[in-house]
């Protein structure tokens, strides 16, 4: 490992943006004994979307060295549901790994802290102004100072920092356009109500113009939302819309009743994309800010752990064979990339193309290996070479191509 003070180094390592994916990133190779600065232009803990788990971030969590049980909500699978046919399926998902359901501002601070913790130099309230990623190092200018780094890490969600630099961002047009959704708290007793909170269970109901998400979390609270994939009727706006979709819902109307919202209406657009410039000289991206899916499927934070943690450890052979300036540093982790990202692309395209739930899984109790199958990608279980839906997806959009 170089002397940074002795080659005019501030950092090993500057990973720009504090949620899971940078948290994670930072902590890794701050435990490969690198210094690291991560830099958040905001402040824990903050709102944010995205509480479901998925089983198979278990092994990233464990590298850090947290308990993502302390306070949340144990996680059984996802039910798949038709209020107007009264068709639902449950795929169980943790069967050989445990997930939960979270709420992102607690859990968020905590893998910040958790990098700190690991001696990691954290910043908040730090937003980047500038970065400059050169053959000689990775500098950055942010609002309170400068650093000169020997490698640059982008973890900064949908700001995208590297791939709107680059003009390097497609959108991917054909699935979820926005996303309206609230909390709601004091979820009274029922059975209905009880059985959510005990499972928990999330609640996936498909409606005409995309799909509702009901997850329960501690406390008996409600996270729900609505993702809409077609065009929004033009009598009313993105609020109106959730509380059109939460009224005609029979199951949330029955959960909701006598329950307080304790949290505004919020709404998120520039939905899905790819970062065609996901490495390169001296940086790398990671997270969101690679790209990002419909989270139809909850793959959002279970991608940030799992390319953060791919990205740190190649930059760590990087750094200690020399070789951080090389712009196809990451070449070879391509493919396990690519396939992670790209099953659940194609798996949410099937589902808002060919009607999956309708076709598909509603029909899954007829096929136990499909059933499996069907389960275990929701469960994140994507590097494996025996998953014939997984299989099937690839191949068809390879058949496209």
Not at 274 to 297: E, H, I, K
Not at 328 to 352: A, I, K, S
């Amino acid at each position: 490992m170089l002397d940074n003070k002795q080659n005019g180094f501030d950092y090993d390592v500057a990973v720009v943006g504090g949620g899971p994916a940078g948290s994670t990133a930072a902590t890794l190779l701050a435990q490969y004994g690198h210094k690291v600065l991560l830099l958040e232009s905001g402040r824990h803990p903050r709102f944010h979307i995205g509480e479901s788990m998925l089983p198979f971030s278990e092994p990233v969590i464990q590298r850090l060295g947290i308990d993502w049980s302390a306070g949340n909500l144990s996680k059984s699978g996802a039910v798949f549901i038709d209020e107007a046919t009264e068709q639902r399926m449950y795929f169980p998902l943790a069967i050989n790994r445990k997930t939960y359901q979270i709420e992102r501002a607690p859990f968020d601070q905590m893998l910040f802290e958790n990098a700190g913790k690991h001696g990691v130099d954290t910043h908040q309230d730090e937003k980047v102004l500038d970065v400059a990623c050169q053959p000689a190092g990775a500098d950055i200018v942010s609002d309170k100072g400068q650093y000169h780094c020997r490698y640059l890490i982008d973890a900064t969600g949908r700001s995208a920092l590297m791939g709107r630099k680059d003009k390097a961002i497609r959108r991917i047009d054909n699935l979820g356009k926005f996303a309206v959704y609230t909390h709601f708290e004091n979820i009274q007793p029922g059975e209905e109500a009880d059985e959510l909170f005990r499972s928990g269970n999330i609640y996936v109901p498909v409606v005409d113009i995309g799909w509702i998400l009901i997850i329960p979390l501690a406390e008996r609270r409600l996270s729900v939302g609505l993702v809409v994939q077609k065009e929004r009727p033009k009598d009313c706006d993105a609020e109106e819309l959730l509380r059109r979709y939460l009224a005609a819902s029979p199951l949330l109307s029955r959960l909701i009743t006598g329950a307080a919202q304790f949290a505004p209406v919020r709404v998120e657009a520039d939905f899905s994309y790819t970062n065609q410039s996901r490495y390169g000289v001296r940086y790398a991206c990671c997270g969101d800010a690679a790209g990002f899916l419909d989270p139809v499927f909850s793959s959002g934070v279970f991608l940030a752990f799992t390319s953060a943690a791919r990205v740190a450890d190649r930059v760590h052979v990087g750094l200690s064979d020399g070789r951080e300036a090389d712009p196809e540093l990451h070449t070879e982790d391509d493919d396990q990339y690519l396939l992670g990202f790209n099953t659940m692309r194609l798996f949410v395209e099937r589902f808002y193309q060919s009607n999956i739930v309708h076709n598909l899984f509603f029909e899954a109790d007829r096929d136990p290996d499909l059933k499996a199958q069907i389960a275990q990608l929701l469960a994140g279980d994507l590097w494996v070479d025996d998953n014939k839906l997984q299989q099937s997806l690839l191949a068809g959009r390879r058949s496209v191509s």
